[in-house]
């Protein structure tokens, strides 16, 4: 049972990380467009973009390596 419990514990950040996650790569995708928008250079946004898009699969991955871990 001590088992279980600690994935949980581990699933629940990684839950709060995924969120939040999504919020920060909302963030980037509205200031890519804010940045088309005045003309300005996106190359550097849009590369951070993607670095935060890898974590972000990172995280997924790990929720759902986390999630098959508690299947009975």
């Known amino acids: 049972m001590m088992y279980r419990t600690a994935i949980y514990d581990e699933l629940q950040q990684v839950e709060r990380e995924v969120v939040e996650g999504e ?3 909302a963030e980037q995708e509205a200031l890519i ?3 088309k928008q005045q003309n300005e250079e996106t190359a550097k946004a849009e590369a951070e ?3 935060m898009r ?3 699969r990172c995280r997924d991955q790990d ?3 986390l999630l098959s871990l508690l299947q009975p």
């Open 49 to 51: 973009l993607e670095r």
């Open 23 to 25: 919020r920060r790569l």
């Open 54 to 56: 890898t974590e972000q």
């Open 63 to 65: 929720r759902q390596r």
């Open 33 to 35: 467009v804010e940045m």
